[in-house]
């Protein structure tokens, strides 16, 4: 029966923190190349389809070859040899709108997700397999609206400056008892900017900064915790609170020609330390990220864009090894 038990607290542990790792080392928008350009009068709806692959779990800048608890969500064993895949298919509809003298653009924004480990074992003695689990697929629960108010919008110029409020709503089902949640069970409000600059004919500026607040989840389940283990019926009685993240991104932008362009990213995230019950793990992300991509623009509305990206430098956490996204987006 323990044994059972802990099979199903292993599963839960990975879960968790594969959701969190996916999106708490990053931006918490990822915006895209065109993203603060207006369309005047039109809706947009874009399809996001994304591939990532994290490898080794870092402290301090390095994988560590004794137990560390870096994470809530993670024992505290040798991670050197942990991949975690991820497949995420998104969907945003965003409108521009005009409103007194400024636009502005809603947006909604849900997501699919598939995870899965590919892990290989630490040791002879340790079977990440078995410890992490084999991962897990579903919609996940929360959904996120919010919106751009642009203060500058100048297309003749080719420069716009917007400002973005996003909020994610714990709309999910949550259960702490459940071995498997896709919902995080708290808010997170994000304000972003983006600033797009023409340099010459051929290229394209853009700079965000973003900050991000954090929810707390009152129902949260330390599930390292031996009172857990023992009983499964427990309902959540920790808390789990997390510091503000920051972003900055810059992406350059070269037209080859009008309808295919090529550009390059650079972004730093810092910040996002968590605590569980007021104790305070050291899992802040400080990363360095690069990208490169394509943009492709057709008739009738269409835009197609291909991103690869990857870490660079990295202090904590699961260091992004690769992440290949395709982007469609339609305007009408």
Same mark, same amino acid.
């Given at each position: 029966?323990?044994?059972?038990?802990?099979?199903?607290?292993?599963?839960?542990?990975?879960?968790?923190?594969?959701?969190?790792?996916?999106?708490?080392?990053?931006?918490?928008?990822?915006?895209?190349?065109?993203?603060?350009?207006?369309?005047?009068?039109?809706?947009?709806?874009?399809?996001?389809?994304?591939?990532?692959?994290?490898?080794?779990?870092?402290?301090?800048?390095?994988?560590?070859?004794?137990?560390?608890?870096?994470?809530?969500?993670?024992?505290?064993?040798?991670?050197?040899?942990?991949?975690?895949?991820?497949?995420?298919?998104?969907?945003?509809?965003?409108?521009?709108?005009?409103?007194?003298?400024?636009?502005?653009?809603?947006?909604?924004?849900?997501?699919?997700?598939?995870?899965?480990?590919?892990?290989?074992?630490?040791?002879?003695?340790?079977?990440?397999?078995?410890?992490?689990?084999?991962?897990?697929?579903?919609?996940?629960?929360?959904?996120?609206?919010?919106?751009?108010?642009?203060?500058?919008?100048?297309?003749?110029?080719?420069e716009f400056l917007g400002v973005t409020a996003f909020m994610t709503l714990p709309t999910g089902d949550y259960d702490a008892r459940k071995n498997i949640n896709l919902s995080e069970n708290r808010w997170r409000f994000v304000l972003s900017g983006g600033w797009v600059t023409t340099l010459g004919?051929?290229?394209?500026?853009?700079?965000?900064?973003?900050?991000?607040?954090?929810?707390?989840?009152?129902?949260?389940?330390?599930?390292?915790?031996?009172?857990?283990?023992?009983? @499964? #019926?427990?309902?959540?009685?920790?808390? +789990?609170?997390?510091? !503000?993240?920051? =972003?900055?991104?810059?992406? &350059? *932008?070269?037209?080859?020609?009008?309808?295919?362009?090529?550009?390059?990213?650079?972004?730093?995230?810092?910040?996002?330390?968590?605590?569980?019950?007021?104790?305070?793990?050291?899992?802040?992300?400080?990363?360095?990220?690069?990208?490169?991509?394509?943009?492709?623009? @057709? #008739?009738?509305?269409?835009?197609?864009? +291909?991103?690869?990206? !990857?870490?660079? =430098?990295?202090?904590?956490? &699961? *260091?992004?090894?690769?992440?290949?996204?395709?982007?469609?987006?339609?305007?009408?």
């Amino acid at each position: 029966m323990h044994h059972f038990i802990f099979k199903s607290v292993r599963a839960s542990i990975f879960l968790a923190l594969a959701l969190i790792f996916t999106s708490a080392q990053a931006a918490q928008l990822d915006l895209m190349p065109d993203d603060y350009v207006v369309k005047p009068d039109t809706v947009q709806l874009a399809f996001n389809l994304l591939q990532r692959r994290q490898i080794g779990a870092y402290v301090n800048g390095s994988l560590p070859q004794n137990s560390v608890r870096i994470s809530p969500f993670l024992p505290a064993i040798p991670l050197a040899k942990t991949v975690i895949e991820s497949q995420v298919a998104s969907i945003r509809l965003s409108k521009f709108m005009t409103l007194g003298e400024f636009t502005v653009a809603p947006v909604l924004v849900a997501s699919y997700r598939n995870i899965e480990n590919t892990s290989s074992s630490y040791s002879a003695l340790v079977d990440m397999q078995k410890i992490l689990g084999e991962g897990a697929q579903g919609v996940h629960g929360d959904i996120g609206v919010g919106g751009t108010l642009w203060l500058v919008n100048q297309p003749a110029k080719h420069e716009f400056l917007g400002v973005t409020a996003f909020m994610t709503l714990p709309t999910g089902d949550y259960d702490a008892r459940k071995n498997i949640n896709l919902s995080e069970n708290r808010w997170r409000f994000v304000l972003s900017g983006g600033w797009v600059t023409t340099l010459g004919d051929k290229w394209v500026n853009e700079f965000s900064p973003e900050i991000a607040w954090y929810g707390d989840n009152n129902a949260y389940r330390d599930f390292t915790q031996s009172r857990y283990i023992l009983n @499964t #019926q427990l309902k959540g009685t920790d808390e +789990l609170s997390q510091e !503000k993240t920051y =972003a900055l991104s810059d992406t &350059l *932008r070269y037209k080859i020609t009008p309808s295919i362009h090529v550009f390059s990213m650079a972004q730093i995230n810092r910040g996002g330390k968590t605590y569980v019950n007021n104790s305070k793990l050291s899992d802040a992300a400080d990363n360095t990220r690069i990208a490169l991509g394509l943009l492709f623009y @057709t #008739q009738g509305g269409n835009q197609w864009m +291909l991103r690869y990206q !990857k870490d660079t =430098a990295i202090e904590n956490g &699961l *260091r992004l090894a690769d992440e290949v996204t395709l982007r469609y987006m339609h305007y009408f």
